[in-house]
């Protein structure tokens, strides 16, 4: 517990001013500032959250989402190149394990692991967030996956769009009031576990058995600081097993994905539905105009509640076999926020190799990012009509 004490002990003088290449041991730490000099060119940023545990597709989402509102999403040119940040014409999407104030062998001394909020600066993550949403640069720390330390600090200008993608980006009440809307990523352990085994078996190297350990190991902090965010998303995308087969073997091939929406959440315009806002629908696609194997598709659409809020939910079981035919299921929803008819296909279709396009992963996340962009354009809209709007308390 001493050394826990010292650790957090450096990481409350991190947060107020740390001379660059200090630190105990030749470790490198960070030092930042929130810089007060760079101007707000008139823009506003919106933010969104995204939280999901470690390997659960947010990389991929956030592909999705920044390709919505065009160009790629890159590291920041020039800085380092372990840097988390991804930055797009529009968007900029920040990690936030780069506010671990403990990196890995301050966890490993004191037995807290990264999920845990002792390992994470909450209140630095508050006034960084706080300060490019009243559109001020701030320098940003970084969390060196590869080295496990904390490197010098990022400098993050204010963009159209924030993402702040990680573990907690809804535990601290403050942070979770910066949020222009939240989403959680919901994946069963089943599927966790067979995405888990096909990236780090066969990417990484590791046994079948360290996996196993490394998801246990993680399961009692996840359940208690990670999994009850999902309360406060305005979205979750859930990840089931198939109910169209059964067996284990198919948890990691066939998916059945939920979009679960929050009825009136500001700004966002409303829920997707299927054929008919507000009843409850099943689905089986004509076999004709949507080819598909065995164990087919299914979809289905209902009212529901989530966490005693009214929401709408939007279900795929099953895995496209040719994914131009999506529009085929594209004109039976309705509410995408589109710009013209075919744009979810369209989507898919740019990003037809990464994980998850032929099943609901992939689409549901690319109609979530549709009506971000709808989001925003409503928020800006309404910000422009009153200028006031834009100070953030
Ligand atoms: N929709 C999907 N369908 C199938 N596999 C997926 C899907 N999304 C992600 N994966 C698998 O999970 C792995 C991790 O995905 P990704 O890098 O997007 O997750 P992440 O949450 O950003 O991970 P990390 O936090 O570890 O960086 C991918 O390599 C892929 O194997
Ligand atoms: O849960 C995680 C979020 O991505 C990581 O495990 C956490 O950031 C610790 O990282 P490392 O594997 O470098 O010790």
Redesign the pocket.
Known sequence: MAAFAAHMGAAAATSLSWPSGGGSGGRRRAAFRVSCSAAWGGTTTVVIGLAA???CGKTTFMRRLTSVFGGDAEPPRGGNPDSNTLVSDAATVI???DY?SLD?TG?KETGV???DPRANDFDLMYRQVKAIKQGRAVEKPI????T?LLDPPELITPPKILVIE??HPMYDERVRDLLDFSIYMDISNEVKFAWKINRDMAERGHSLESIKASIEA?KPDFDAYIEPQKQYADAVIEVLPTRLVSGDEEAGKVQRVKLITKEGVKHFGGPAYLFDEGSTISWTPCVRKLSCSYPGIKFAYSPDTYFGREVSVLEMDGKFDKLDELIYVESHLSNLSTKYYGEVTQQMLKHADFPGSNNGTGLFQTIVGLKIRDLYEQIVNERAASPALAVVA
């Open positions: 545990d470690s390997g990690c936030l394990d671990h890995r966890r692991t990264a999920l969390y060196n996956h590869a496990g990680g573990l993680r």
